[in-house]
């Protein structure tokens, strides 16, 4: 008997956590259809996410995530597929290379956002060493790397934690591929370049389109870096929705969660890829 119920009592916490996730979930997408009875509202409305679209504060909040996040996940996939080309192709993909390229992703997001501040800002490290140099007169003259309303500073400490994640994703994968599949092509006449590009990377594609998607969803919906190096104006989305949240004027939160609706959608739909990805793979492998 307590065999049978084994495989049950260690899926409870899992079965709890999912239950607890959907509360909150089901919550969320009702409140942000503007049903909250407590407040005096009890009225399905899609208004705030028209509001949310229409309004320019709001609407110039939406793009920038999306800039970020997008901007983010292309710079960092493109560079980590470029430095693990690098290595695969010099075999150099083990050893200490990925001792040093662990270090960057086990790093919190508020820390990288202090180193961030500390190098890049207009009296940081940097801005400190040009005016030793004499290359400024002033802090102001040092570029605004941080703080600025393009999201510079952002991208960059997206891209030294994430260009490490896209290496430790793709690596071993292309170091396989291109260690049978690839020496083939070698032994057959190809050059390693051409092979590299015909053969590895093709056969690599669902795995960096992954790690692109993983990149891309976590920026857009991560709170931390924006709200330690964005700019004040436009807000990033989840900074925005915390800010709709924890307004005085309790009726501004079906805003706080037609915002959180726009990330979950996108979140969505890029899950939907994720596992329409995975489950041609199994396809196709399951057909070989």
């Known amino acids: 008997m307590k065999e049978k119920l084994m495989p049950y009592l260690l899926l409870a916490p899992q079965i709890l956590l999912t239950i607890l996730f959907m509360i909150g979930l089901i919550t969320g997408i009702t409140q942000s259809l503007g049903v909250i009875p407590a407040f005096g509202l009890k009225k399905p409305t899609f208004f705030y996410y028209r509001e949310v679209l229409s309004r320019p504060d709001m609407f110039q909040s939406v793009v920038y995530s999306l800039k970020i996040a997008l901007v983010s996940a292309v710079l960092a996939t493109a560079g980590g597929v470029f430095f693990c080309g690098v290595w695969v192709m010099g075999k150099k993909a083990g050893g200490g290379v990925m001792r040093i390229i662990q270090l960057p992703i086990i790093v919190p997001h508020a820390v990288a956002a202090l180193f961030m501040i500390n190098i890049f800002s207009r009296n940081g490290i940097l801005s400190r060493i040009a005016y030793a140099l004499g290359m400024i007169q002033e802090q102001r003259q040092f570029p605004m790397l941080i703080y600025d309303p393009n999201g510079v500073g952002i991208i960059m400490a997206y ?3 994430e260009i490490p994640f896209i290496i430790y994703f793709v690596i071993a994968l292309m170091a396989n591929i ?3 599949l690839g020496e083939a092509a070698t032994n057959l006449g190809a050059k390693k370049r051409t092979v590299f590009l015909r053969v590895t990377l093709p ?24 709200l330690l190096l964005g700019a004040t104006v436009p807000k990033a989305l989840p900074v925005l929705a915390y ?15 037609a915002l959180n609706g726009i990330i979950i959608v996108i979140s969505l739909m890029s899950a939907l890829i994720y596992f329409l990805m995975m489950r041609k793979n199994v396809k196709y492998l399951t057909d070989e």
């Open 159 to 161: 891209l030294w934690k």
């Open 203 to 226: 056969l690599c594609r669902n795995t960096i389109i992954s790690g692109f998607l993983i990149i891309f969803v976590f920026a857009l919906g991560a709170y931390e870096l924006p």
């Open 243 to 257: 800010q709709e949240y924890i307004h005085p004027d309790l009726r501004n939160r079906p805003y706080a969660m």
């Open 178 to 180: 291109n260690g049978s």
